[in-house]
C-alpha cells in the first residue's frame, strides 16, 4: 500500500498538514540534539524526511534508515543521498545491540506488527544513554483533538486521497490506524515497561500529534 501511493506521499503530507508536519519533524529533530554523538537510526523512515533532516543536522555522523516498503525509500533518496537504507521488520532489526546513539520514528509506529517488539528492539539497539524520539498521530486525549480528528482527519484526509493520489484506501486506513492506537500516555507508559527511562511526551498542534522521548539506562 505504502509503496503504491510513494510518488505522492510527500505532497499529500504538506497538503494535509499545511506543511507543518515538517515543523513536527523538526521539533523532533531538536530532542534528537541531546542524544550523546555518534550513528542515527530511523525507523520506519519512509520517504527519507527525518533521516534527511538528521543528515542536515549531524553532518558528521552515520544516518541508518529502515522501512519495509523499499520504492518509499527509493522515492526519498534524492533528498538524502548518504543515508543507508535497510529494508527491514522494525520489529526485528538487523543490528547488533548498542549500535546508535538515537533513533527517531516518525508517523510510523502505528504501522508495526507490535508496538512492544517495536520498543525492546529500539531499546536493543540503543547504547546506554541513546535516545528514542517518536513523532506520531497518537489516539487524541483532549477533546479538542478528538472534535479534530473526526472532523478534518476523518474526512478531509481520505478525500484529498481520492483527489491526489487517485486512491481514497490508504487515508481511510490512516484514519482507522489512529483510532485503534494507543493515547500517548499510554504509549509513554509502554516504553516505561519497556526498560526506557525519562520518558515524557507533548502534544503538537492541539493533540494531533505527539512527541514522546525515552532514554537508555
Not at 99 to 112: D, M
Request: aromatic share 10%; with cysteine; hydrophobic share 45%.
Amino acid at each position: 500500500m505504502f509503496d503504491r501511493i510513494a510518488p505522492r506521499y510527500d505532497l499529500m503530507n504538506r497538503l494535509v498538514s499545511g506543511g507543518l508536519d515538517q515543523r513536527w519533524r523538526r521539533r523532533a529533530i531538536a530532542e534528537v540534539a541531546h542524544a550523546p554523538r555518534g550513528a542515527h537510526l530511523d525507523l520506519c523512515a519512509g520517504t527519507l524526511d527525518l533521516a534527511a533532516m538528521l543528515v542536515r543536522a549531524f553532518p558528521a555522523e552515520r544516518v541508518v534508515a529502515v522501512d519495509m516498503a523499499e520504492e518509499m525509500m527509493r522515492v526519498g533518496r534524492r533528498k538524502a543521498p548518504s543515508v543507508e537504507t535497510v529494508v527491514a521488520d522494525v520489529c526485528a532489526l538487523p543490528f547488533p545491540d548498542g549500535t546508535f546513539a538515537a533513533a527517531t520514528c516518525g508517523f510510523g509506529v502505528r504501522n508495526v506488527s507490535s508496538v512492544d517488539a517495536f520498543a525492546r528492539e529500539a531499546l536493543r539497539v540503543l547504547e546506554p544513554g541513546g535516545r528514542l524520539v517518536v513523532l506520531e498521530a497518537f489516539y487524541p486525549e483532549r477533546r479538542l483533538g478528538a472534535l479534530l480528528h473526526r472532523a478534518y482527519v476523518g474526512h478531509v484526509f481520505p478525500a484529498l486521497g481520492a483527489l491526489v493520489v487517485h486512491d481514497r484506501a490508504p487515508y481511510d486506513y490512516f484514519v482507522k490506524s489512529v483510532g485503534a492506537f494507543l493515547p500517548r500516555s499510554d504509549f509513554e507508559r509502554l516504553l516505561q515497561n519497556t526498560g526506557f527511562r525519562s520518558v515524557r511526551g507533548y502534544d503538537v498542534f492541539l493533540g494531533l500529534a505527539g512527541i514522546v522521548v525515552g532514554e537508555k539506562g
